[in-house]
C-alpha cells in the first residue's frame, strides 16, 4: 500500500512554532485529517478537511497542504500538546482504501 | 454526543478467530453519511486501518488484511463488528472503532474520524 510519510520526531520550545508533516501521493488530491494520540490514549481529531478544527480544539492547530504535502502546525505550543500526531488519508495505490502517516512524535521542551 | 465502546475477549489463540463488537449509543447508528471503521495499533507502534463498513452493508478493507477480515452491522443493536481470522502474534494490538464522516463541499472531498472508542486490547497467545 502507498505511505504516508511523517518525521519520527519533532521538538518545539513552549511557546514557539512547530510544523508536522505528512509526505504521500494522494495528499495531492485530497486533504489530510490530523489526529492527536497521548500515551494510554484513543487519537483525537485535532484538523479535518481544508483546515477546519472541531469546535474542542483551540486555534493555535492549523492544517495546510502543498504538492504531496499536509501539514499540521501548532503555533504557540503548549505543554499539553506533548503527543503522537497521525496523518491520515486515501491510499493512491488501491482503490478505496484509507492509510495512516507513520506517526510524529511531538516533544515540547 | 455519539460515544463508542468495543468489547470482545481480551486473549485468543493463535489460527483462530478474533471477533470485537462497536456498540454506538448518543445518536443514530442509522443516519446517512457516516462510515464504521476499525483501526488497530500493535503496542508502542502506529496505527493502522483494518476497514470500514456504511449503513448499507457496503465494505471496504485494508488490501493486506483483506482475505482475513469481515465487517458487518447489526442495525437492531446499534453495533458494528469485526472478524479476523487466522490471527498470529502480529495481530496482537488494541483495536479501536471509530464513526467517520465523509461528504463534498465546495474544497473537495472531506472525510474524518470525529469519534472513536477507548479501545480494546487483544493478544493472541500460542
Known amino acids: 500500500s502507498s505511505e504516508l510519510t511523517q518525521d519520527p520526531t519533532v521538538s518545539v520550545a513552549l511557546g514557539q512554532t512547530v510544523r508536522v508533516t505528512c509526505q504521500g501521493d494522494?495528499?495531492?488530491?485530497?486533504?489530510a485529517s490530523w489526529y492527536q494520540q497521548r500515551p494510554g490514549q484513543a487519537p483525537v481529531l485535532v484538523i479535518y478537511?481544508?483546515?477546519k478544527r472541531p469546535s474542542e480544539i483551540p486555534d493555535r492547530f492549523s492544517g495546510s497542504r502543498s504538492g504531496n504535502t499536509a501539514t499540521l502546525t501548532i503555533t504557540g505550543a503548549q505543554a499539553e500538546d506533548e503527543a503522537d500526531y497521525y496523518c491520515h488519508s486515501w491510499d493512491s495505490s488501491v482503490n478505496r482504501a484509507y492509510v495512516f502517516g507513520t506517526g510524529t512524535q511531538v516533544t515540547v521542551l | 454526543q455519539v460515544q463508542l465502546q468495543e468489547s470482545g475477549p481480551g486473549l485468543v489463540k493463535a489460527s483462530q478467530t478474533l471477533s470485537l463488537t462497536c456498540v454506538v449509543s448518543g445518536d443514530s447508528f442509522t443516519s446517512g453519511g457516516y462510515y464504521w471503521n476499525w483501526i488497530r495499533q500493535p503496542a508502542g507502534k502506529g496505527l493502522e486501518w483494518i476497514g470500514r463498513?456504511?449503513?448499507?452493508?457496503?465494505?471496504n478493507y485494508n488490501p493486506s488484511l483483506k482475505s482475513r477480515v469481515t465487517l458487518s452491522l447489526d442495525t437492531s443493536k446499534n453495533q458494528f463488528s469485526l472478524r479476523l481470522t487466522s490471527v498470529t502474534a502480529a495481530d496482537t494490538a488494541v483495536y479501536y472503532c471509530?464513526?467517520?464522516?465523509?461528504?463534498?463541499?465546495?474544497?473537495?472531498?472531506?472525510?474524518?474520524?470525529?469519534?472513536w472508542g477507548r479501545g480494546a486490547l487483544v493478544t493472541v497467545t500460542s
Open positions: 463498513v456504511y449503513i448499507n452493508g457496503n465494505t
Open positions: 494522494s495528499l495531492r488530491n485530497y486533504y
Open positions: 478537511g481544508k483546515n
Open positions: 471509530a464513526r467517520e464522516i465523509e461528504y463534498y463541499d465546495n474544497t473537495g472531498y472531506v472525510s474524518y474520524y470525529d469519534s
